[in-house]
């Protein structure tokens, strides 16, 4: 009948890993690599590679052979199709189909795929102005640091002369750089944290050799301007007020995890990272869907997700052959300061070290880990002061003394 929509048909695949960054493509290799039948990748992107694509500072690869962004992307798309997998790109997956099953949109129309098993990957991104509640005009010159990128490294647009950057983590002295790369001057780095939130040396680079001033106990109460972007007003932390002139604002930072799939599916989530919730393999709550990467904890490097993907993939391999059920897991749970860890469910044997974040500064912190008063595991951290917003890292060797029927295993920061 005209005008009636046609039903899908479903084909069946092996793998389906949904987003094509490191952490997808990653797992793709490594699954294809080992002889599992069809795996295909899907990324709504034009093209795959992830982030990566458009950070061309270098900082990728190994030190051996340091990489830009843009040659680690195509590195790792090269070594998933080498590899065999398929890598389909300008393809959305909009909803599931079925616990395994996917319905998505491309070039060619809807599908909908069926798998084996499903390897989320569908990454973070940062909460750009409106999320922030930032009031004002809404003028040009307003940017995230990936929207950043994209206009200098993949459209080369013009973005004015004066850039205001807010946030003063890596990425935001990333987005720094960017903006002297396309010839604008830095007016100034905003943070409402009493400190800078990356490695002492670049910070002190910045502010000397480039004179880029850094604005602690500072947030932006106001865009100003019609048209374009004239300024911003910001306000520090004794009650002053501020106007600083400039064509360009970028907000920094502020990652969230892309995980609009996994809530749609009914995966149970995370309270603290807001993405899946997943065991020391990566199984998600939902048997044969596993997660990686930054949908799991917005935002590791680009070489954790990558390595989580490769984790991951283990994971389906002895899934798909028949391992049979894994053993029950206990919820991995943070007191504050500390603000979450993942994975953030325990099995015994887990071996996959974990990621946490604190909420504020803690000189020569030291991690514990405890189940039911028990401690399994104490550990001092290699860095002599842990940071908001900077990776921490804890071993996985303790996760053989978990008891299955103990309850939750906590961790706590002193």
């Known amino acids: 009948m005209r005008g009636e929509r046609e039903v899908d048909v479903l084909r069946e695949i092996d793998v389906l890993v949904v987003g094509a960054g490191p952490a997808g493509l990653a797992a793709a290799a490594r699954l294809a690599a080992a002889g599992m039948g069809r795996v295909e990748v899907l990324d709504r992107e034009q093209e795959a590679g992830g982030a990566p694509r458009h950070c061309a500072h270098g900082g990728y690869g190994t030190l051996l052979h340091p990489l830009t962004g843009p040659a680690y992307a195509r590195l790792l798309v090269t070594a998933a199709g080498r590899a065999g997998a398929v890598v389909r790109t300008g393809v959305t997956a909009l909803d599931w189909a079925g616990p395994l099953s996917l319905h998505t949109v491309g070039p060619h129309g809807p599908e909908t795929i069926g ?30 640091t990936g929207e950043l990128q994209q206009a200098v490294h993949l ?17 935001s002295y990333r987005a720094a750089d960017t903006v002297r790369a396309a010839g604008a001057t830095v007016v100034a780095m905003i943070t409402d944290l009493p400190r ?29 301007g019609h048209g374009r972007l004239s300024g911003v007003r910001v306000r520090h932390h004794d009650g002053r007020t501020a106007t600083l002139p400039c064509g360009t604002v970028v907000f920094t930072g502020d990652f969230v995890p892309d995980q609009e799939l996994a809530r749609r599916g009914g995966l149970t989530l995370d309270a603290g990272t807001r993405g899946p919730a997943v065991d020391g393999s990566l199984h998600t709550s939902r048997p044969g869907v596993f997660a990686v990467g930054s949908v799991l904890h917005a935002v590791e490097s680009a070489a954790t997700a990558a390595r989580e993907g490769v984790h991951a993939a283990g994971a389906v391999l002895e899934t798909l052959a028949g391992a049979g059920p894994r053993p029950d897991s206990v919820p991995l749970l943070v007191e504050p300061p500390l603000r979450w860890i993942a994975p953030n469910r325990v099995t015994p044997g887990d071996r996959l070290p974990y990621v946490l974040r604190t909420a504020t500064p803690l000189t020569r912190p030291v991690l514990r880990v405890a189940q039911n008063g028990r401690l399994l595991h104490r550990e001092r951290l290699w860095t002599p002061m842990a940071l908001p917003n900077r990776t921490l890292t804890l ?8 008891d299955p029927k103990g309850g939750p295993v906590r961790v706590t920061i002193s």
Do not use: N, S
């Open 155 to 171: 459209h080369a647009q013009h973005i004015g002369t004066r850039a205001v950057v807010v946030g003063a983590q890596d990425v």
């Open 115 to 144: 798998a084996r098993a499903v390897v989320l990957a569908t990454g973070a991104r940062e909460r750009p102005r409106a999320a922030r509640l930032v009031p004002g005009a809404r003028p040009a010159g307003v940017y995230t």
């Open 395 to 402: 071993t996985a060797r303790w996760t053989g003394r978990v």
């Open 196 to 224: 800078t939130q990356t490695a002492p040396a670049r910070a002190l680079d910045t502010r000397l050799r480039h004179g880029i001033p850094l604005l602690t106990g500072t947030t932006v109460t106001e865009l100003i």
